[in-house]
């Protein structure tokens, strides 16, 4: 989706609105929830609800109090109430759609406690917003160079401007505790405005920055992922994934996030999946599991002695071999089991009648130039004594 300003140009070029997620009109938001109950009117006598949802900055959201019973609709501005001055900000979600929302993020909606809503953003507020915004660029490049004269061990990743201009808070990673008392001072005496610095982790600082994933699309957490769960080794060791550092490991240089969207359906299938460390004796010997595939429900074992040949067998005559072992019964060979599975796999093969196996059945028949030639010269012969 994209907003109005984000109409094509001149010469067919794309406009882009270039505001990076913040457009008025809430299409080319990050993490922008569908209000499915807009077309819907409330029940007689009810009141509409009297919070609204505004968006900061990147994923920032907050919940105000709508006290004065301003006739808001998403992609309004706003300006907004803040621990000193005020803040400008987008209206992304109105009526009991903010409820809901209220509760999942365990916000209590009769909290007497929440900011509350100025008015509507007037130009003038809009236009010092924008001003600060066009700072940022340039501040955050000024910050990082005063922490680096300062040698601290910390990363600054963005800056956020209140919409006033008054303060500017400043997210950052690092892995251990950081004394920013001096860089306060020298950000405060350089930039003339409140700071206030904010730790973050490393899969928030990628949710703010965006980016592209391995997959080709965008970052998960950029654009609907809003809360992370915690992601381990053991997610791609139940998929059967390579533990590689660098292809498991996502912008944040924590694990992918996406480990854990499959990780359920690889469980359900392994409730009854025989363990891969399981052993089989037969009465040829010991065999081992070398591979297995959960969905197909095959498993490949291969004897002690010859650990190249493997043998594919299913679940269910895994099943029964270590049923048999279990009562100290030897179950026959693994060739006898696996030619029980290629007879079955050659009475249900499909044999096409285009001959699938030919690489050449679309081409073109070649013709035949000799006959083609040959009538050529017989026309010929014929039409000389009639020339005469």
């Known amino acids: 989706m994209a907003c109005s300003s984000c109409s ?24 922008t929830v ?67 929302q209220m509760k999942r993020k365990k916000t209590a909606p009769d909290d007497k406690t929440l900011p509350k809503i100025y008015r509507k953003a007037t130009q ?27 040698k601290l061990e910390m990363k600054l990743s963005d800056v956020e401007f209140q919409g006033d201009g008054s303060k500017a808070t400043f997210y950052y990673t690092a892995e251990d505790r950081v004394d920013f008392r001096q860089l306060i001072k020298d950000m405060a005496k350089a930039f003339q405005i409140r700071i206030e610095m904010r730790q973050i982790g490393y ?78 004796m037969t009465k040829k010997g010991l065999a081992f599991c070398q591979k297995a595939d959960i969905f197909k429900e095959t498993l490949w074992f291969s004897y ?9 067998l ?3 005559q895994v099943l029964e071999i270590l049923e048999l072992n279990k009562k100290n019964e030897k179950a026959p060979t693994l060739e006898e089991y696996a030619e029980e599975n290629t007879v079955s796999v050659e009475k249900t093969a499909y044999e096409s009648v285009v001959a699938e196996d030919s690489l050449t ?3 073109k028949p070649k013709r035949n130039n000799k006959r083609r030639n040959k009538k050529r010269r017989n026309n010929k012969s014929k039409a000389k004594p009639n020339a005469k």
């Open 203 to 280: 899969r928030q600082e990628a949710q703010r920055l965006g980016g592209i994933g391995s997959c080709g699309r965008e970052l998960c957490c950029s654009t609907w992922l809003h809360d992370f769960r915690s992601v381990s080794t053991a997610s791609a060791r139940y998929q059967q994934l390579a533990l590689n550092p660098q292809k498991l490991a996502g912008q944040c240089g924590k694990l992918k996030c996406c480990l854990n969207y499959e990780l359920d359906v690889y469980l359900e299938a392994l409730k009854d999946f025989p363990p891969q460390d399981s052993k089989l």
């Open 124 to 150: 003038r507020d809009i236009d010092i917003w924008q001003k600060c915004r066009d700072r940022e660029e340039e501040i955050k490049k000024r910050s990082r160079e005063i922490a680096i004269a300062l």
């Open 314 to 316: 299913t679940k269910q």
């Open 34 to 100: 569908f209000d499915w109950l807009s077309n819907m009117s409330l029940p007689n006598g009810q009141k509409p609800f009297d919070c609204v949802e505004v968006r900061f900055k990147n994923s920032r959201k907050e919940f105000f109090r709508n006290e004065e019973n301003l006739p808001l609709s998403i992609g309004d501005v706003v300006a907004t109430q803040a621990k000193s001055g005020h803040d400008v900000g987008v209206v992304t979600l109105t009526g009991e759609l903010v409820r809901v």
């Open 8 to 31: 094509t140009g001149k010469d067919g070029q794309p406009r882009g609105c270039k505001n990076n997620g913040t457009c008025g009109t809430d299409g080319c938001n990050k993490l």
């Open 361 to 363: 059945r679309f081409d």
């Open 304 to 312: 002690k002695d010859e650990p190249a040949n493997w043998h594919p």
